[in-house]
């Protein structure tokens, strides 16, 4: 919990960074609902635009694209054996039935909610929405999914240096993504997939699907739920593709309504 | 940064596009101070300002700057600019700046060369990267594996419907592959444009394999052939000398064969009655002995053609075993017009067409001979 207070502090810095340039200090998001800014005059853009999906706490209606009924039919409830179980997961299960571990659903639809509304805003912001699995049966499904929503995926091999050596391996002045979407935790020796580990070292929020082997605590919003079905992973690709089209289609809309544009890119994102 | 390097030599060249060919130009035989001192300045520069973003403008504009350092190098030289072709621009900067440099690598240079477009900028004014497999690090080499994969589940769709129809037929025909080859790992990074590892290269040749093997991997057919390479066949590489037909009618072919230091010349006649002339004397003359004889012979008896023609050979330099090689490669090249296909190719096979390609090797110094040592003391 205090993890994800402090990503959204420095997020809400990060974004800060992107906003014209007439104002200096940024945004500080005490609670989701209301927002000080310190300058008297504030920018027209700003508040119409950034501010006013902070307003409401379910601004892209994220609640309604999917029920408990829904996770149930896809199989998000099933985990693994009672072996395999990870001493962290024990808060997000329900039970454990002939040995299979049973995962709360009504703690993964709060969860999966909390998750898809922070996509929703990334998206909204025009972010950059990695989506990370390392699953071979589902790496194409990612790969489409990333393509549809015109954000990026990463289904392969993880080189070591990919977020904290950047610079050197792409060329300086790269932009990391914004977010780290892991439709799958593990990687293919079921260890944590590296990507958890060097997210949080760049202070990049991560969203990620904890199965009951998995371990959740470096993961910013977890969903705990099933990654190993392909009706599972369908169904979550579905959920994100749809928020991440949402929240961009929104933020055309409320470009258009208000009038206004994006300010030309200051570039100050690289620093 | 490279243009203003030019402008001290504007008023001799105008603007020339590629960097490379700048400096060089530049460090050429007209060694005029301010030129040198220049470049010494820009090198500092350079280096200050960091690697060139190759984007898609810079590029437009150095073609533009050549093609005015062009037409500026036509009027110098008097000449047309508007049909100043490249080879015109090679022979005016050779007369221009004459270079006594070997290697004509290093001698100036007047050309635009693009480099792959790896080297330009993945990314937008905004940051967001242009392809969406960019994280990956290797992005065409993914796409293209993603690509396949799509395709083979494709197919596989395709397949199922047919069985539900009940029209999946298994003699679907197959892709002619014997006369070409897989792309090569380095043929393939030529392609992507990216370095790929050996371990990258097998799963693709794997990936591709497979969707051949499905029984409608057909359908695919253009864009497997894409990654195969053409093999060049062994045997239609030997050009086969034309039959001419000379005053009496009679058909006769000429061609020539080497061997060591032996050049020889052979004008085999047909409706002959198997005469060997040589340098002018007959043959039994010429070779007395039996094995060089042999090897003139060689060639007609293996066609079983030996009364049938003519020969009137030349031949010169080295010495008698190495000249009858050379006669008897002339012959068997002469015989080719005269044969079927499948003649020809048991010649090749029974090594006739071949050159020998065996010459004395060199004396070494600190040895006796090419690899005779000096006797061994050990004391």
């Known amino acids: ?271 | 940064m490279a243009a203003s390097c030019v402008r001290t030599v504007g008023s001799l060249l105008g603007k020339c596009g590629n960097c490379s060919s700048n400096i060089n130009t530049v460090t050429s035989q007209l060694s005029r101070r301010q030129i040198c001192v220049s470049t010494a300045l820009l090198k500092k520069n350079l280096a200050a300002a960091g690697p060139e973003k190759f984007t898609v403008e810079f590029i437009q504009k150095q073609v533009e700057e050549f093609d005015i350092g062009k037409r500026h190098l036509a009027n110098m030289m008097g000449e047309d600019p508007e049909n100043f072709t490249q080879e015109d621009i090679d022979r005016s900067i050779a007369y221009l700046f004459p270079s006594g440099l070997f290697e004509k690598k290093a001698r100036p240079l007047m050309k635009l060369i693009f480099f792959p477009l790896h080297e330009a900028v993945q990314w937008g004014a905004d940051g967001r990267p242009f392809h969406f497999l960019f994280y990956t690090g290797k992005q065409s080499y993914y796409s293209l594996m993603h690509e396949l994969y799509g395709k083979i589940l494709n197919i596989e769709k395709h397949q199922d419907r047919l069985r539900a129809k009940g029209l999946f037929s298994q003699d679907a025909k197959a892709i002619a592959l014997d006369t070409s080859r897989w792309f090569t790992k380095e043929e393939l990074e030529v392609l992507l444009v990216e370095t790929i590892s050996s371990h990258n290269y097998d799963r693709f040749i794997q990936l591709i394999e497979r969707l051949l093997s499905m029984p409608y991997g057909n359908m695919e057919e253009e864009f497997v052939l894409q990654y195969r390479r053409p093999l060049e066949a062994q045997s239609k590489k030997q050009s086969v000398p034309v039959p001419e037909r000379d005053d009496k009618g009679v058909a006769f072919s000429t061609s020539d064969g080497r061997r060591k230091t032996s050049n020889s010349s052979v004008v085999l006649r047909d409706g002959g009655s198997g005469r060997i002339t040589v340098n002018g004397q007959e043959y039994l003359q010429y070779f007395p002995v039996l094995q060089d004889r042999e090897q003139l012979m060689f060639p007609l008896q293996f066609v079983d053609l030996l009364g049938r023609f003519d020969l009137e050979c030349t031949v010169s330099g080295g010495g008698r075993s190495s000249q009858a090689g050379a006669l008897r490669l002339a012959i068997s090249r002469a015989l080719l017009s005269f044969l079927s296909e499948g003649e020809q190719e048991t010649m090749r096979q029974a090594g006739l067409l071949t050159p020998d390609p065996r010459v004395r090797e060199r004396k070494k110094p600190g040895q006796e001979g090419a690899r005779r040592k000096f006797t061994w003391k050990k004391r």
């Open chain 1, 1 to 271: 919990m205090a993890a994800r207070a402090l990503t959204r502090g420095l997020l809400g810095l990060r974004h800060s960074r992107t906003v014209t340039l007439t104002y200096s200090s940024g945004h500080h998001y005490a609670t989701a609902t209301s927002v000080e800014s310190p300058q008297p005059q504030v920018d027209e853009y700003t508040d119409k635009i950034l501010n006013q999906p902070l307003q409401k706490p379910d601004f892209f209606r994220v609640s309604e694209l999917f029920s408990l009924k829904d996770l149930f039919d896809a199989r998000v409830h099933l985990g693994h054996k009672k072996g395999c179980r990870h001493r962290l997961m024990e808060p997000y299960l329900y039970g454990c039935r002939l040995n299979h571990d049973i995962i709360d659903l009504d703690q993964t639809v709060e969860h999966l909610q909390l998750a898809l509304n922070f996509t929703a805003h990334v998206a909204y912001r025009g972010g950059i929405i990695l989506f990370v699995s390392r699953r071979r049966q589902f790496s194409h499904l990612v790969e489409c999914t990333a393509k549809d929503c015109e954000e990026y995926a990463h289904t392969r091999y993880w080189q070591g240096g990919l977020l904290t050596n950047a610079n050197i391996q792409y060329g300086s002045g790269v932009r990391l993504p914004d977010l780290i979407i892991f439709l799958s935790t593990l990687n293919n020796v079921f260890q944590q997939h590296v990507g958890i580990r060097d997210a949080a070292k760049m202070n990049i929020p991560t969203v990620g699907v904890v199965d009951s082997n998995c371990n959740p605590s470096l993961v910013t919003y977890p969903i705990p739920g099933n990654d190993d079905t392909p009706v599972t992973m369908e169904l979550y690709c579905r959920l994100f593709k749809m928020t991440i089209n949402r929240a961009k289609d929104k933020r055309k809309q409320m470009e258009i309504l208000h009038g206004l544009s994006a300010p030309s890119t200051p570039s100050s994102w690289h620093e």
